[in-house]
């Protein structure tokens, strides 16, 4: 009897002091905020999308319904065009900048601290809407950039009026925020040995000659991070839109986050707006997929 | 035994007789008016209500020294919260889908989507805690669904769509003042005249939906957007009325007489960034309601702005405009304080303490005694908007209250403005009248969408 009894009481020790049962008690708050907050919302939207759905009442299935609608759905073609327009040319604009900076700071200088922790700042606080408000003062049809163009000549020009140039100012918002990119691409410079770019000055190789054949090589994995983590902020990019141009003039800065919300939350199809969130997830893993399985032809590794 | 429940049977009966009398007791007219003298509020020591509402930051101050001074009379304890029009309506379906709306929330005209959150008011009006001695069946009748007479919310006063003009740029330009019948032609001769004197655009605001809703009860007799209960379009499929407005509206703007849509958008529900406050445009449309903020700015520039009807497609035609209420207070149907609640709504509307304090920043009282206590000593700005309500409520066609906004409606007004309006001026469509058939096609598309 009390040989169990030691038996049982030791079992539940031996439990407790098991190396997977801490694991997993350290890990809870994180599983289950992961659950409730991302795993069953997740899963309810999916189930949604192929619903008609509004809040308050309770969701009808139409099966594929809303994604049959999705293909002829003109604004939500135009979404994804200029949700493509913005990446395409904000997220490389977004890593030369982060790389330029990144370089110019590697010189070990009693200031480069400082100067870091200043370009960072705007990562901080630029997805705010307070950051919007400014760029809408400093980009608006009062403000001291479109007096300059006006003053230049262009009579009545006005970025947020214009279909063609809306997108400039939201994209150079985005760009202006490259401090985290930044930062990676500092310590990514300074893991490249020395002794390659010694090697090269003597063999008489040019400064373009050595960023090109030592540096981005080198420097290649890191690009790639960055290039994935950007592109997937870059797709999900909302604040500035809404906040600055509400997606117009004539859905010229609607984009998709933008769109899902007013069709979910303004026309109340969140259903619908559901559907096209998946479809925008397929397509995010879709490029990212095909950035992966590029990859291996453009990065380098050592050894 | 048996006899023992027969007793108790008896007993109950006649207690329930007796209380008969007690409960078919009227009530005087009028017994919860708390303007009357010796009024008593009801004590709610120790229980709190909540209530939620958008506006700016000045309707904010206003609204929590109301809130204030109710808690101070009846004891309770009023938990609030507001927001911006935009960010209200996302918390509020927050808070719908979570089943914890507050006991008390701001509606606007878009009731009808937010319909099964909403307490009809009519027990609480014909008992009498919502004191309507004062309140005209007219003003009543502005917040009630017209499918099923139940009345969504009491009218935290009237307002009405119209314009504002700076009288000092007319002079400048030679042209004349807006009348109370002035037409579309009128309106397109002023801008261009203005735009000529000031090269800068002379309308900076334009509410497009709205405009484009009363263009089509000015075109006909019997033409509405919408019909007044709100379960069809009311205009026999015309598009004329709408290709009328397209054209006009996108020629000026094209010529620069009417800002640009990049410009409208900078100023958005942001009253007090317009233009014509800074004296850098002539003429924008507004909610009467907002004509006191503007005004402040605009003072503040030494600048004076006066108020007109929306223009007519012809002079001796209707007027397109209407009296309607500009937001109201509606009780949560969840709420488990409802008496209390109405007894808020009550205060809120009707006290000539509390209104003196919210001035009609949210519209026009529909307390008729409140009203003549606010005219009494009215500054000069208030003034004017009386003026302007009062004779828009003189036009014939105006006594219709304001339909009730479908649910499509949201989803039609903005693709109205964003796909047709805002297309036609980008050249995707060949013609005015092109861009008003599609668009009629698309609006019945939404419109069924919402059917089922």
């Known amino acids: ?303 | 035994m048996r006899k023992f429940m027969v007793y108790l049977v008896m007993a109950a009966l006649l207690l329930c007789s007796l209380s008969v009398p007690a409960l078919a007791e009227e009530k005087a007219e009028g017994w919860n008016n708390v303007n009357a003298e010796g009024y008593v509020f009801p004590d709610y020591t120790g229980e709190t209500l909540s209530i939620m509402w958008w506006g700016s930051n000045t309707r904010a101050e206003m609204t929590e020294k109301v809130i204030h001074l109710w808690e101070e009379h009846t004891g309770a304890k009023v938990e609030f919260e507001w927001y911006d029009g935009g960010t209200y309506w996302t918390q509020f379906q927050a808070k719908m889908a979570a089943g914890t709306l507050t006991d008390v929330f701001q509606m606007g005209n878009n009731w009808l989507t937010y319909y099964n959150t909403i307490e009809p008011l009519n027990e609480y009006i014909d008992e009498g805690i919502i004191d309507t001695t004062a309140i005209g069946p007219a003003m009543i009748a502005t917040t009630v669904n017209q499918a099923n007479g139940d009345v969504t919310g009491m009218s935290n006063g009237t307002n009405a769509r119209c314009f504002a003009y700076n009288p000092a740029i007319f002079d400048k330009a030679g042209v004349e003042y807006p009348t109370a019948t002035w037409t579309w032609e009128d309106f397109a001769e002023a801008g261009r005249a203005i735009f000529a004197e000031t090269g800068k655009p002379a309308i900076t605001t334009l509410e497009y939906n709205s405009l484009a809703y009363s263009v089509f009860t000015q075109w006909k007799e019997g033409y509405n957007f919408y019909s007044m209960d709100g379960t069809a379009f009311a205009f026999d499929g015309d598009t004329e009325p709408l290709a009328y407005l397209f054209d006009l509206l996108t020629t000026l703007q094209q010529e620069g007489v009417i800002a640009d849509y990049g410009i409208q958008n900078e100023i958005g529900s942001n009253i007090e960034a317009d233009w014509i406050a800074y004296g850098d445009s002539a003429m924008i449309m507004l909610s009467s309601n907002q004509f006191q903020a503007l005004s402040k700015v605009a003072a503040e520039n030494g600048i004076t702005l006066e108020l007109a009807t929306i223009p007519r497609v012809s002079e001796d035609g209707q007027s397109g405009m209407v009296v309607r209420s500009s937001q109201q207070m509606s009780m949560w149907n969840g709420s488990e304080k409802k008496e209390m609640a109405a007894n808020f709504i009550n205060y809120f509307i009707n006290s000539v303490e509390a209104n003196k304090i919210l001035n009609c920043e949210r519209g026009v009282s529909i307390n008729s005694d409140v009203l003549a206590a606010l005219k009494e000593n009215a500054d000069e700005v208030t003034g004017k908007v009386y003026t302007i309500i009062d004779l828009i409520g003189s036009f014939a066609d105006a006594a219709n209250t304001s339909p009730a906004e479908p649910a499509a409606n949201e989803e039609i007004s903005d693709v109205l403005k964003k796909t047709y309006f805002q297309g036609l001026a980008e050249g995707k469509f060949e013609s005015a009248e092109e861009a008003a058939e599609l668009f009629w096609a698309e609006a019945q598309e939404i419109w069924a969408k919402f059917e089922n």
């Open chain 1, 1 to 303: 009897m009390q040989a169990t009894k030691r038996k049982s009481v030791c079992s539940v020790g031996s439990f407790l002091n098991n190396d997977n049962t801490v694991g997993y008690l350290f890990a809870l708050p994180f599983i289950l905020s992961f659950t409730l907050l991302t795993l069953v919302p997740m899963a309810l939207s999916l189930y949604y999308s192929f619903c008609t759905y509004t809040i308050g009442s309770s969701p009808s299935w139409v099966g594929i319904g809303n994604f049959f609608s999705l293909a002829h759905d003109a604004t939500f073609g135009n979404s994804i065009l200029v949700t493509l327009q913005y990446v395409v040319i904000g997220v490389p604009l977004k890593l030369v900048f982060a790389l330029l900076i990144a370089m110019l700071l590697t010189k070990p200088t009693r200031a480069q601290g400082f100067y870091r922790a200043v370009y960072y700042i705007p990562s901080l606080i630029g997805g705010s809407v307070a950051v919007a408000l400014v760029w809408k003062q400093l980009f608006g049809s009062r403000g001291p950039i479109v007096g300059l163009i006006q003053g230049l000549g262009a009579q009545g020009f006005n970025f947020f009026g214009s279909t063609t140039w809306a997108f400039l100012p939201l994209v150079l918002c985005n760009a202006w925020q490259f401090g985290s990119s930044m930062l990676i691409f500092a310590s990514g410079l300074k893991q490249i040995p020395k002794d390659y770019y010694e090697a090269s000055e003597i063999d008489g190789a040019n400064i373009f000659r050595r960023f090109f054949s030592i540096t981005l090589p080198c420097l290649s994995p890191i690009i790639l991070f960055n290039l994935i983590m950007q592109l997937i902020s870059g797709f999900m990019t909302f604040t500035q839109a809404q906040v600055i141009t509400d997606g117009g003039p004539n859905y010229a800065t609607n984009y998709i986050a933008l769109n899902i919300f007013k069709e979910g939350f303004s026309y109340q199809h969140m259903g619908y707006a559901c559907a096209q969130s998946w479809v925008m997830l397929l397509l995010m893993a879709g490029i990212t997929g095909l950035i992966f399985k590029t990859s291996s032809h453009w990065t380098y590794y050592e050894n």
